[in-house]
Antibody, heavy 116, light 107 residues
Framework: QVQLQESGPGLVQPSETLSLTCTVS?????????WGWIRQPPGKGLEWIGS???????YYNPSLKSRVTISIDTSKNRISLKLTSVTAADTALYSC?????????WGQGTMVTVSS | DIQMTQSPSSLSASVGDRVTITCRAS??????LAWYQQKPGKVPKLLIY???TLQSGVPSRFSGSGSGTDFTLTISSLQPEDVATYYC?????????FGPGTKVDIK
């Protein structure tokens, strides 16, 4: 059974870098598919942040592209997200998901608050 | 970039009613369209992909149709457990944009 688990700090200072990890179990990420990060501010809709293919190719939301880096670590079977220069507008539930086409398996998400 | 819109933004219907939600893309996305259900406090669940293919385990009262720019999600007989927000998403090419969502509740 494929499972995804997000982890990282729940509180980030304004202007600093948000760093999250998505650990995949039950599937080797080097075998295929693509992996995405999605976020949802409290009470608002879903925003696709970006995706990375098992080959390492990345695609980012144009509105976040200048601040986002998604990487893949096949040795640890995990995907990472870095978002720089965060503000209160980056406060959200951050989720990782697997995409053979659409996102068919999601992690439970991790809430990140940007505040001093 | 292609924009996704949904209508209505919210609806209220009775148990057993047929419910239809519309999603529109600003450009042709063929059938690269997914529908998700998100219940309060939960992450989204994939219902339909390729515009009309039901994800394994999803009740058959859910169906999807459409191609190109206009798509619909239909719940043939609304059940209490269907109270949720429904999102469409394009995935033909990046950015994989979500629609703004449609909130469904019971009248």
């Amino acid at each position: 059974q494929v499972q995804l688990q997000e982890s990282g700090p729940g509180l980030v200072q304004p202007s600093e870098t948000l760093s999250l990890t998505c650990t995949v179990s039950g599937y080797s990420i080097s075998s295929g598919y693509y992996w995405g990060w999605i976020r949802q501010p409290p009470g608002k809709g879903l925003e696709w942040i970006g995706s990375i293919y098992h080959s390492g190719s990345t695609y980012y939301n144009p509105s976040l592209k200048s601040r986002v880096t998604i990487s893949i670590d096949t040795s640890k079977n995990r995907i990472s997200l870095k978002l720089t220069s965060v503000t209160a507008a980056d406060t959200a539930l951050y989720s990782c998901a697997r995409g053979p086409d659409a996102f068919d398996i999601w992690g439970q998400g991790t809430m990140v608050t940007v505040s001093s | 970039d292609i924009q996704m819109t949904q209508s209505p933004s919210s609806l209220s219907a009775s148990v057993g009613d047929r419910v239809t939600i519309t999603c529109r893309a600003s450009q042709d996305i063929s059938n690269f369209l997914a529908w998700y259900q998100q219940k309060p406090g939960k992450v989204p669940k994939l219902l339909i992909y390729a515009a009309s293919t039901l994800q394994s385990g999803v009740p058959s009262r859910f169906s999807g149709s459409g191609s190109g720019t206009d798509f619909t999600l239909t719940i043939s007989s609304l059940q209490p457990e269907d109270v949720a927000t429904y999102y469409c998403q394009k995935y033909n090419s990046a950015p994989f944009t979500f629609g703004p969502g449609t909130k469904v509740d019971i009248k």
